[in-house]
């Protein structure tokens, strides 16, 4: 794909996520699976360590080694210069 039609594609997708928040469709959402106290299985094992706790650090680690392979390149990334890496 060349960069305009990822452009493209990212601002569309972009204006349907406000569109969507606009329309208040995360509210009807939210009503058909909690309640004025909340969600049901707020504590449930499956999803906090696996759904929130699991991703979160996995973003992390990520990250992490995104920014050490700016200064420690392996494979592709040793034919970039360390400027365009950054």
Known sequence: MSHP????WTAACFLCLLAWDAAGQDRTLAHA???ATG????DHWFFVQVMHEAPRRLAWLLLLALVVFIWYPVGMLRHIARSERL
């Open 5 to 8: 039609r990822i452009l493209a």
């Open 33 to 35: 699976f909690g309640s």
């Open 39 to 42: 969600f049901p299985l707020r």
